[in-house]
């Protein structure tokens, strides 16, 4: 059963399944029509987490099965753009492959395009696999996520120019005395005297990334640290007597792509919405945006994203 738990000026959250909601009459109404489906889905994790996740070929047969679904949700330029985390064997210091499959398993049972892989680094992170880390210290700590960009267009909407950061203090200088250190590198690229002094009101990203300075590049490598942990949303959540989501995701990831990859007034989906940091973001930046999440709790928490939310759900208004 899908049911719209709130609305705001640009959106809606729907109280659903995935599997429900994309029966329901809301979401094919929107097929063919979203910019954007950026979401995080449970990973394929060997312990179990309380917001659910599938395990091997369970989980590749369900995410490649909804990705066919999502496919002819996006427009003809739109992108999906989804978020899986590393997977370790139970009881062995080695790693599966299971999310590695999983990109290969979407791209095989659908028409989509694979147009650039991200990682995303949590520096923040706490030490895992606690006990090869920590205990026998035998590996090192797994602090990044695999994001991957698809779309049904080999050349769908996106502007790095909307992803700008602020140059850094050397590449200023560069830029005012316009000269560089040009000629061949090791690799054998030439690089001449103009080639990075061009002024173009900022660098991408690199969003926290300690590159040699006055190096201008567009890198695919962000990072985030998630240490927001008593943002209003955890104080909402405790006051009202909710569940925590324990795994939410980072704003400045979401805010990243949906500048990257969709103008005002675009349409963003997220599937498995969680605590809403997807719609919030999208809201934020003017975009319109649906959302669905199956957890009561994590529904009627992620009301705290927003000023003008319209007849939210609540527990006191369930019972």
Known sequence: MTEIAYETDLGAMLHSTVEDAL???????????????????PFPLTSKKTYGNLEGQKYLDWLSGLAKRFETL???????VIEI???????????????????????????????QTFVCHNPARLPGPATWVNIQRIRVKDSYTNIWWMSPSQRPKADNRRVLTEYSPGMKRLLKTQTYNSGTRPS??????????????????????NIEEGDPY?????????????????????????????????????????????????LVFDPFA????????????????IATEPEFDYVAGSVARFNNARDPVTKANTD
């Not at 064997?89 to 147009?115: F, K, Y």
């Not at 980072?250 to 805010?255: D, N, R, S, T, Y």
Request: hydrophobic share 35%; aromatic share 8%; with cysteine.
């Open 274 to 289: 969680g605590s809403n940091t997807t719609g919030a973001k999208a809201e934020e930046l003017g975009r319109r945006w």
């Open 23 to 41: 029966e329901s009459r809301v979401l094919q109404e929107l097929e063919g029509k979203i910019d954007l489906l950026f979401t995080s889905p």
């Open 85 to 115: 985390g590393n997977a370790w064997e139970p009881g062995a210091p080695v790693m599966q492959t299971w999310p590695m499959r999983a990109l290969l398993g979407i791209l095989d049972s659908t028409n989509l395009h694979l147009c």
């Open 74 to 80: 996006l427009s003809p330029t739109g992108s999906m």
């Open 188 to 209: 054998g690229h030439h690089i001449n005297d103009t080639s990075f002094l061009t002024e173009n009101k900022g660098s991408i990203p690199p969003n926290g990334l």
């Open 218 to 266: 567009a890198v695919n490598f962000l990072e985030i640290a998630n240490t927001s942990s008593r943002d209003n949303y955890e104080k909402y959540c405790k006051s009202s007597g909710l569940e925590v989501h324990p795994a939410r995701m980072q704003a400045p990831l979401a805010e990243f792509f949906i500048r990257f990859l969709t103008e005002p007034g675009d």
